[in-house]
């Protein structure tokens, strides 16, 4: 028998563990921090900005699916759309099961008033979003998405189209070519007496992130999707990530002004998730000390440059020192995060510096009647 359960956070996060087999590539986020994000009473995207629920399929009493449905208002209001979203959508090869999961959030979607339904977002576009359909042999870094083959042909038989094409990059840093990154514009950058680049200190970590912030929110501002975040919103995403951050290889950099621009990476967090099987216990301590000695892969979570530094150099400049200090503290390679197809300034930036195509994802839109 299947049926539908709403708001089992347990069953929620036990889904993929059960349906995806103990040898998949997909990694989960900590239990305590799915469970954080679901909140509805506590995560300000929910509080201030949209609204949400959760499903879990269950056949014969066993998870076989989870699916989350969310409207973000804001987002709605800025770009003038009626859009819902869903997130988290993983299923085992039943079409019945996907079906139930998709109308429920389709269902939801339609209550809140809206017109069409997208995804993944899980649960914003700074956080995972897509459906991978290409590249499922390939690991992935933190904040990649991965899913296996049978999800889109899911999606495609109820009726979801792909839209939004993007993909992933890796870089081997014995491979890359920092130098095709200097300019004349880079060099005066990195040489301005006016550009300060400051030692990054976790003891300040709360006025960091708020620095890094107001850079992302300027620099993104014209992106497709994007939506300022507020300043307890990003402390409640970056919670914890003062725990797992290597200081050497985030950079800020501030003019007199204030910050302009920015660098987030840290270390790719999945093989320490991996071996904790996602959940904190009394090994947790053990697991991270082991993972800091070992640790060799990085991930780029976001580089940004206020509107007024743009098409000055900072960008290459920052990314250049990014590359030295990933190798002085013994990286191996780089992941980047997903980069849209249409977005060919980063992609062409990426092959010259010897950067190779991970995965390939699109966003899967249906358009709901009436």
């Not at 998870?63 to 409207?71: C, E, L, N």
């Not at 301590?285 to 993972?291: D, G, K």
Request: glycine letters at 6%; hydrophobic letters at 40%.
């Amino acid at each position: 028998m299947l049926e539908l359960r709403e708001g089992d956070a347990r069953a929620f996060f036990e889904v993929p563990f059960r349906v995806y087999g103990a040898t998949t590539l997909y990694v989960s986020p900590l239990e305590q921090d799915l469970k954080r994000f679901l909140d509805d009473r506590k995560n300000p995207l929910f509080t201030r900005f949209g609204s949400r629920c959760f499903f879990v399929a269950m056949r014969d009493g066993v998870p076989v699916g989870r699916i989350v449905a969310h409207v973000h208002r804001a987002s709605n209001e800025r770009f003038g759309w009626r859009r819902a979203y869903f997130g988290y959508f993983d299923c085992a090869p039943d079409r019945e099961a996907a079906g139930r999961l998709l109308a429920a959030a389709e269902s939801q979607a339609r209550a809140a008033g809206c017109d069409e339904i997208m995804g993944n977002f899980n649960l914003t576009a700074m956080q995972q979003i897509g459906v991978l359909t290409d590249g499922f042999e390939r690991a992935p870094y933190s904040d990649q998405h991965w899913n296996p083959p049978h999800i889109p042909e899911l999606l495609a038989q109820h009726g979801y189209e792909r839209t939004f094409p993007m993909r992933t990059f890796e870089l081997a840093l014995a491979d890359a070519k920092p130098e095709t990154l200097l300019g004349p514009k880079q060099r005066e950058a990195l040489a301005d007496p006016q550009l300060e680049w400051p030692k990054i200190e976790l003891r300040r970590f709360s006025s960091l992130i708020e620095e890094l912030r107001l850079v992302l929110n300027d620099g993104f501002d014209r992106n497709p999707m994007f939506v300022p975040l507020t300043t307890e919103e990003f402390l409640y995403q970056a919670k914890d990530m003062s725990q797992v951050m290597d200081p050497a290889i985030t950079h800020l950099v501030r003019d007199g002004s204030g910050p302009v621009g920015a660098v987030i990476c840290i270390p790719d967090l999945n093989p320490l998730l991996r071996a904790m099987g996602s959940r904190v216990t009394l090994m947790a301590p053990w697991h991270l000390l082991r993972f800091r000695a070992r640790r060799d892969r990085a991930v780029l979570i976001f580089i940004s440059v206020v509107q007024r530094w743009q098409n000055r150099g900072l960008a290459g400049a920052i990314l250049h020192r990014l590359l030295a200090s990933l190798r002085a503290r013994g990286y191996r390679s780089i992941g980047y995060t997903w980069v849209a197809d249409e977005n060919l300034p980063s992609i062409r930036q990426a092959e010259k510096l010897g950067a190779t195509p991970m995965h390939r994802l699109h966003l899967f839109r249906k358009a709901l009647a009436p």
